[in-house]
């Protein structure tokens, strides 16, 4: 089955700079990578993801990136503000298998 | 507003005894889902189901059942809670295989 791995577990950041999270996985067929950002005492909510004939998509201060010959794909946050404190979580999965398969997390804190 | 709720939030058991643990959506989306949350082990799919009468193990299904009577539904049980059970619990539903999975807020489970 599908292995995800996530770097690094935890992430502290100076407000105002750039955060990166990556992500790889080990099966290649996997063509869909949703991130997740958990608050405290919430569920994971989406905050972006990224199907497979695309290499890079950006909302705002948010963007992944996608390398299917490498198996990697990472998040990026510009200009980090205190909200974005919180746990992100990369997945993937094949489309069809509505099935997702979990990074371990990243702890990201904004140093004010 | 459309939602999807779990309850309790809160659960104190003891070993041996059975537990369920509610989940309720009013999107009326086809598939659900069950997760555990441990740290270090990100989120882990239990079971899941793509409609009524439909489940299907996931990952870390021993231990556990689900069972789907109607769409806005899909309770967890634990026949015999062991302490490893242990967690935070979520559910989530999406609409259909290409379709965002959303979350419910989690039961803290502690098995004593």
């Known amino acids: 089955g599908e292995n995800v791995e996530q770097h690094p577990s935890t992430l502290s950041v100076q407000e105002g700079d750039s955060a990166v999270i990556k992500c790889t996985y080990s099966d290649s067929a996997s063509n869909y990578f949703p991130w997740y950002k958990q608050e405290l005492g919430k569920g994971p909510q989406l905050i972006i993801d990224i199907r497979s004939n695309v290499g890079e998509k950006k909302d705002q201060r948010i963007a992944v990136t996608l390398n299917k010959t490498a198996k990697h794909f990472s998040l990026h946050i510009t200009e980090t503000q205190p909200e974005d404190s919180a746990v992100y979580f990369c997945a ?10 979990f990074g371990t997390g990243t702890r990201l804190t904004i140093i004010p | 507003d459309a939602e999807i709720t779990q309850s309790p939030r809160h659960k104190i058991t003891e070993t041996g005894r059975q537990v369920t643990l ?4 009013t999107w009326n989306h086809n598939n659900m ?11 882990r799919l239990i079971h899941y189901s793509y409609g009524v009468q439909d489940t299907n193990k996931g990952e870390v299904s021993d231990g556990y059942s689900v069972s789907r009577s109607n769409t806005e539904d899909l309770p967890l049980t634990l026949e015999s809670a062991a302490s490893s059970q242990t967690s935070v619990y979520f559910c989530a539903s999406s609409k259909s295989s290409y379709n965002e999975q959303f979350f419910g807020p989690g039961t803290r489970l502690t098995v004593l």
């Open chain 1, 92 to 101: 993937a999965s094949n489309f069809g298998n509505e099935k997702l398969t």
């Open chain 2, 22 to 25: 509610a989940c309720h959506q």
């Open chain 2, 33 to 43: 889902f069950w997760y555990r949350q441990d740290l270090g082990h990100g989120l």
